[in-house]
């Protein structure tokens, strides 16, 4: 059944609408197992039928949606797929059609950013990437969320997973327009395309002074939150880290740089 939804024969059927009621269904079967399959079902109509796709978008966006709420998920496997899926499907729909789930399920999917299985990281970081693209018409939609998680889709482009970079490189190149700066758009869209690789240092020092200057009232949250890295299970996030703090320091101004707590820096654990 669930191959069948991948095939564009489904377009000559009048079954598609039955099989993507029938796989709804199967939503609340008790088997993990089902519903994980369920979900990959409606994500292969993304291939089988894009061209039907917002037809049944908001069915297939409330089981995808059910799927990363699920409480019986003990190994994140329905949120696994269901991010897979997802970011399949909204290569089909518009900014209206996702509207009403854009918020909740960027909140949702944040925690994956630092998990420790790299294909949840990777999932996640991209399902971010294809929703961001969806808040230009309506930035105050997703621009906090941006705001909220820049930092660590920056920390990851130092990832050990190289599957994880990649998806880093994605979501901020689909961030950028979002930021409110042109420089960071333009670096994100030049340095970050997926063949070419980075000097890290020289691009975060170039990150900073550009976000030093567009929003230096972030100062305190960015420092914040990349202290919060120095405990990352990953070696090379801490000291992405330390050098993130070490640039933004370096690109604000004597009034700006008050907000920074000295003592807090100082005593942060590695």
């Given amino acids: 059944l669930l191959q069948l939804l991948n095939h564009n ?3 000559d059927l009048v079954l598609l609408e039955p099989l993507v009621d029938a796989l709804t269904a199967l939503e609340k079967d008790s088997s993990l197992l089902v519903r994980v399959l369920a979900l990959r079902g409606l994500g292969n109509v993304a291939s089988g039928s894009p061209e039907k796709i917002r037809r049944h978008g908001s069915q297939l966006l409330a089981s995808m949606v059910n799927g990363l709420d699920d409480k019986d998920d003990p190994n994140n496997l329905l949120a696994l797929e269901a991010m897979s899926s997802l970011s399949r499907i909204l290569d089909h729909l518009e900014e209206r059609d996702v509207h009403s789930m854009l918020l909740h399920v960027a909140i949702r999917i944040r925690p994956f950013f630092d998990s420790e299985h790299p294909d949840l990281r990777r999932s996640s970081i991209v399902l971010f990437g294809n929703l961001s693209r969806f808040s230009r018409s309506d930035s105050e939609v997703f621009s906090e969320q941006i ?3 820049l930092v660590t889709l920056l920390l990851h482009l130092q990832d050990p ?3 994880v970079v990649k998806a880093c490189k994605f979501a901020l190149r689909m961030c950028g327009p979002s930021l409110g700066c042109e420089e960071l758009r333009e670096m994100f869209g030049n340095h970050l395309r997926e063949e070419r690789g980075i ?4 691009f975060i020092n170039d990150v900073c002074k550009f976000l030093m200057r567009s929003h230096p009232s972030l100062l305190s949250r960015l420092v ?3 202290l919060f890295y120095f405990k990352s299970p990953w070696r090379e996030l801490r000291a992405a880290a330390a050098m993130f703090i070490g640039f933004l320091v370096l690109h604000v101004d004597e009034e700006q740089g008050q907000q ?11």
């Fill in 260 to 270: 920074v707590d000295l003592d807090q820096l100082i005593s942060g654990e590695w």
């Fill in 199 to 202: 000097h890290y240092g020289e």
């Fill in 9 to 11: 024969v489904v377009n």
């Fill in 161 to 163: 997973d190289p599957g």
């Fill in 224 to 226: 914040s939150t990349n």
């Fill in 147 to 149: 705001l909220n998680g």
